[in-house]
């Protein structure tokens, strides 16, 4: 494993059971949407990169696929493999697939590829690994303006340690530059989707449970410590307090189902197939341009 992937496995696995039981669930809107766009599912090898605890494989087996699973974490792969005993669920680092070439016919990222320390690396990786004829989908975080979260983030980024200032990463969440990088691979486009996955907490212990779970959060304590932490998150998300002292953050989702075609690597110009950015049936209210395309 590469030393980021080994520290963001020991991130994501600071607070498991917060994860799983508060704050990974927010995401649920955007596993139907894919689940319901691209059935049937029934017999389809499915890889998951990033898979966490395993939610999306388990609701995809629940469909008929043979879901798969990869990740950093040691304890949050370890409750994947009890939700998915039939499935191949690795620690792993998906820089590095040890899977064969074309071996899934349906490979997700959910929330999970920016964390590589080489995105394109884990990106090409994915690709190889996915059949030709079969789908690539890459969930990220919306945008500033349509996620309330960003002050969280921006929050616990200030408390977190100083960027290494000489990586000269692609910006994985940014799924505009992503589709071009997956046209220059060769895929074809079919959709964007953007889901609301609001995050809703019954009271403040609840919020502070979910919010300190994750794996920037682990990383803003264990540099600025605990109560600051606390206090800061606190803080950021008082704006989103109602009368009752629960919380309601809206924040977007958005996915990108690429088609694999021939596997090659980049060459050339970008083909001109750009897909746009539309409403998931989720919210079923149409389409709804919220990025350039
Ligand atoms: C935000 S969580 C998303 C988990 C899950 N996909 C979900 O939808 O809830 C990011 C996940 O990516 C994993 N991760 C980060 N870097 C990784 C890497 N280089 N290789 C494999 N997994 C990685 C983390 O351990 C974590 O479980």
Redesign the pocket.
């Known amino acids: 494993m590469?030393p980021?992937?080994h520290l963001?496995?020991e991130a994501?696995g600071a607070r498991v059971l917060d994860w799983v039981q508060v704050q990974?669930p927010t995401?649920r809107p955007a596993y139907r949407a894919v689940l319901d766009e691209l059935g049937p599912w029934t017999g389809l090898p499915v890889l998951?990169?990033?898979?966490?605890a395993g939610?999306?494989a388990a609701l995809a087996g629940g469909r008929g696929a043979r879901a798969s699973g990869?990740?950093?974490?040691a304890p949050?792969v370890a409750i994947a493999r009890r939700r998915n005993p039939a499935g191949a669920f690795v620690v792993?680092?998906?820089?590095h697939l040890l899977f064969p070439d074309g071996a899934f016919s349906v490979v997700t990222a959910?929330?999970?590829l920016h964390?590589?320390?080489d995105p394109v690396a884990?990106l090409g990786e994915a690709i190889r690994v996915t059949r030709p004829g079969g789908h690539l989908v890459v969930a990220a975080w919306g945008p500033p303006h349509e996620c309330d979260a960003v002050t969280y983030l921006l929050d616990l980024g200030a408390l977190m340690p100083p960027p290494d200032v000489t990586s000269s990463r692609w910006d994985a969440t940014d799924l505009g530059a992503l589709q071009t990088l997956l046209g220059r691979y060769g895929l074809s486009l079919s959709s964007w989707r953007v889901v609301a996955c609001p995050w809703e907490f019954s009271d403040l212990p609840t919020a502070l449970r979910g919010l300190l779970s994750?794996?920037p959060a682990a990383q803003a304590i264990s540099h600025s410590g605990w109560s600051r932490v606390a206090d800061a998150v606190t803080a950021s998300i008082a704006p989103y307090r109602r009368r009752d002292g629960s919380y309601l953050l809206s924040n977007t989702c958005h996915y990108l189902i690429a088609t694999q075609t021939d596997g090659a690597p980049p060459a050339g110009p970008a083909p001109s197939s750009q897909v746009r950015p539309s409403q998931s049936n989720e919210r079923g209210d149409g389409e709804h341009q919220t990025r350039p395309g």
């Open positions: 590469t980021s992937a963001q496995g994501w990974q995401i998951d990169l990033g898979c966490g939610e999306f990869l990740d950093a974490c949050l792993g680092d998906m820089e959910f929330n999970s964390f590589a320390d884990a994750t794996g």
